[in-house]
Nanobody, 115 residues
Framework: QVRLVESGGGVVQPGGSLRLSCAASGINFKIHPMAWYRQTPGKQRELVASIGSGGETEYADSVKDRFAISRDNVRWTVSLQMNNLKPVDTAVYYC?????????WGRGTQVTVSS
């Protein structure tokens, strides 16, 4: 059974930093691309960052140079380091992967950027 569990969300002031983590189980983690999405009420989930099995990364334009995605193929975790956070980054952040043609999602972790 594929399971993704996010952690690390919270409340931070503008300009602050947070590090999100996602622990994966039930898949051969090393060969699967992983990604972080985020969603705000009334809007569709949007891609924040992705990382391939070989470590190749992609970012949404809105977070380039502020966020960094990484993966640990020993601990089976994927992380999202978020720096210089802005109020527009407030959202629920979800970890996701595709396994055998099906997209799997964690329950999400809330990130709130507010003064």
């Amino acid at each position: 059974q594929v399971r993704l569990v996010e952690s690390g969300g919270g409340v931070v002031q503008p300009g602050g930093s947070l590090r999100l983590s996602c622990a994966a189980s039930g898949i051969n983690f090393k060969i699967h691309p992983m990604a972080w999405y985020r969603q705000t009420p009334g809007k569709q989930r949007e891609l924040v960052a992705s990382i391939g099995s070989g470590g190749e990364t992609e970012y949404a334009d809105s977070v380039k140079d502020r966020f960094a995605i990484s993966r640990d193929n020993v601990r089976w975790t994927v992380s999202l380091q978020m720096n210089n956070l802005k109020p527009v980054d407030t959202a629920v952040y979800y970890c996701t992967t595709r396994f055998r043609g099906t997209d799997f999602w964690g329950r999400g972790t809330q990130v709130t950027v507010s003064s």
